[in-house]
């Protein structure tokens, strides 16, 4: 497994690269909470699941912030060079 940042990971099951994250939920008629393990995309190479990584990554991103362009391309720049230091 390849851990990621915020709440991502890669992982494979010999045949295949799944993008993952763990979702949380709360039932609505106990209050009791559980998570579960939400699988965002299939791929056929790491590079693939790195890709749809920064893709998830932005979206989060994009939904919970307001940005302009120039935050968006820092924000495009700073998950490179996060994926360049854990692989390299």
């Known amino acids: ?5 915020n709440g991502f990971y890669i992982k494979s099951d010999g045949t295949q690269f799944m993008l993952c994250t763990i979702k949380e939920s709360t ?4 209050g ?7 699988v965002l995309a299939y791929c056929g190479t790491l590079e ?6 920064k893709k998830e990554a932005m979206l989060k991103k994009v939904a919970e912030e ?23």
């Open 48 to 53: 693939q699941a790195l890709n749809a990584y």
């Open 1 to 5: 497994m390849i851990n990621l940042k």
């Open 27 to 30: 039932k609505k008629e106990t």
């Open 66 to 88: 307001d940005m302009d362009l120039k935050h968006v391309l820092r924000a495009i720049k700073e998950l490179k060079n996060e994926i360049h230091e854990q692989v390299g």
């Open 32 to 38: 009791e909470k559980s998570s579960r393990e939400e």
